[in-house]
């Protein structure tokens, strides 16, 4: 049972890049979401989903691209790294079951230079 | 805009000590409320949730309460060991966007033997 993937769990980047983190769950999960942890700042809402097709903004969108094409899958885009995109990237889902947590992938640590 | 305050930032006590680590929400409109650990370098993993309609909820040695009109919520841990060291993080959701988390920024705990 691999509850939520995340993928890649560390990255380098450079100013400018573009790259995608991937966030996978096998949970049948309606809801998905992405985070940003901050040392100082706590987790902080990026782009979350409802269900496929659907995706919304949450508290700090720019910078950043989703798209749900499956259940299963909300990849998180970075158009064009920027130094204040440093930070660990967290993915979470849930399903619409009163009373049913949200679970969280282990982390993706990203560093822009 | 809901904001969430986590008293105190770091505590440290001796194994055995029961505790209470402390969350204020500002905006009691809320679906829910987590309490989640988070251990070096990892994900989140819920500890307890508790409904809007509820008043506490109960794992273990763990013991969380809330009062959805004065905006605060309570995690008491009892007999502490020093496995329970760790990040304690409190969440709510809010009620329009339920499948979303506002978090505190944490508190570090810290229970040596």
């Known amino acids: 049972n691999a509850g939520v993937t995340q993928t890649p769990k560390f990255q380098v980047l450079k100013t400018g890049q573009s790259m995608t983190l991937q966030c996978a769950q096998d949970?049948?999960?309606?809801?998905m979401s992405w985070y940003r942890q901050d040392p100082g700042m706590g987790l902080r809402l990026i782009h979350y989903?409802?269900?496929?097709?659907?995706?919304d903004q949450g508290e700090v969108p720019n910078g950043y691209n989703v798209s749900r094409s499956t259940t299963e899958d909300f990849p998180l885009r970075l158009l064009s790294a920027a130094p204040s995109q440093t930070s660990v990237y967290f993915c979470?889902?849930?399903?619409?079951?009163?009373?049913?947590?949200?679970?969280f992938g282990e982390g993706s640590w990203l560093t822009v230079v | 805009k809901q904001e969430v305050t986590q008293i105190p930032a770091a505590l440290s006590v001796p194994e055995g000590e029961n505790l209470v680590l402390n969350c204020s929400f500002t905006?009691?409109?809320?679906?829910?409320l987590q309490w989640f650990r988070q251990d070096p370098g990892k994900g989140l993993t819920s500890l307890l949730l508790?409904?809007?309609?509820?008043r506490e909820q109960t794992s273990g040695r763990l013991n969380a309460s809330l009062d959805k009109s004065s905006g605060r919520s309570t995690l008491y841990i009892a007999a502490s060991q020093p496995g329970d060291s760790a990040t304690y993080l409190c969440?709510?959701?809010?009620?329009?966007?339920?499948?979303?988390?506002?978090f505190g920024k944490g508190t570090m705990l810290l229970v040596s033997p």
């Open positions: 949970m049948n999960h309606e809801y």
């Open positions: 979470a889902s849930s399903s619409d079951r009163v009373g049913n947590t949200i679970y």
């Open positions: 905006d009691s409109a809320i679906y829910n």
């Open positions: 989903s409802v269900g496929a097709g659907i995706t």
């Open positions: 508790i409904q809007s309609s509820q």
């Open positions: 969440a709510v959701s809010p009620l329009l966007r339920y499948s979303t988390l506002t």
